[in-house]
């Protein structure tokens, strides 16, 4: 299981970086036109120069020894997975389709894996400051409470109010980011949330992981709103604050969090 991880993580690294490498340097490639496009080069940028290089250092850097980066590379194949769905579900076809099909499914694949192996061993896992959990705690319930008003309120307004169009090219609701963030990544976090409040074990490890993807993903969204700035295509200043705000504290925390962790192989 290991080998076939250290492959998968390899693999991934080496494709993003020649995916990113493309399209940075090419934007146009992507089909989806200006809206679109801006967000995936402010995307690519961010795989490049903070995904990419997560899961490469921490896939060098981990041992059976070192769960800490293995935490780092389950957070950055989680950030992968998450953001190549869009790839998969949301853009048009093009070229670098045959980059972010295997990114996906490898990342995905490449997740599920870690988490097997992280959880298969009994660990005796403790903080030794407990003023950053109730950070830790506050920021993902806070997150998530933000996320559920946002995504429901654009939803109830789709199914309620007659021509209600939402914040994007033609109106219609992302349901890709929606089902997502609904479904997988708002409950990770209120367990994560929860489980962390009541001190169980497995919190300490999936908090982590948590931590990793939601940091990576705010400065992924940050970049995205400040491309589609750049390009005059008007996107909400608050929002590029607000995502800049949230990558920010996401990484201070998981450094914090991640340097304070204690650990013991029970």
Avoid at 56 to 75: D, E
Avoid at 154 to 171: K, V
Avoid at 240 to 251: E, F, P
Wanted: charged letters at 10%.
């Amino acid at each position: 299981m290991q080998k076939t991880l250290l492959f998968f993580s390899y693999l991934i690294s080496i494709l993003v970086f020649i995916s990113c490498i493309i399209s940075i340097t090419n934007n146009q490639i992507y089909q989806d036109g200006a809206w679109a496009n801006a967000q995936w080069l402010g995307q690519d940028v961010v795989s490049l120069l903070i995904g990419f290089p997560l899961l490469f250092i921490s896939q060098i850097l981990v041992n059976k020894q070192n769960i800490k980066w293995k935490l780092i590379r389950s957070g950055a194949l989680l950030y992968f997975s998450y953001t190549y769905a869009f790839y998969m579900f949301a853009a048009k076809l093009s070229f670098l389709y045959l980059f972010h099909l295997p990114i996906f499914g490898l990342s995905v694949v490449g997740f599920i894996i870690s988490l097997m192996e992280l959880f298969s061993e009994k660990w005796q896992l403790s903080n030794r400051k407990n003023h950053i959990e109730k950070f830790i705690i506050s920021y993902l319930l806070l997150i998530s409470v933000m996320l559920i008003f946002l995504w429901l309120s654009d939803i109830i307004s789709h199914l309620s109010i007659p021509g209600h169009q939402s914040d994007t090219p033609n109106g219609e609701a992302p349901l890709i980011i929606y089902s997502l963030d609904l479904a997988l990544i708002i409950p990770l976090m209120l367990v994560s949330a929860i489980g962390f409040w009541m001190k169980k074990q497995f919190a300490y490890l999936l908090s982590a992981i948590i931590l990793v993807k939601t940091s990576t993903l705010g400065f992924a969204l940050m970049s995205m709103s400040l491309s589609m700035y750049l390009q005059d295509l008007k996107p909400e200043v608050f929002l590029i604050i607000l995502w800049s705000v949230i990558g920010l504290i996401g990484s201070v925390l998981s450094i914090i969090y991640l340097h304070q962790l204690e650990i013991k192989n029970g």
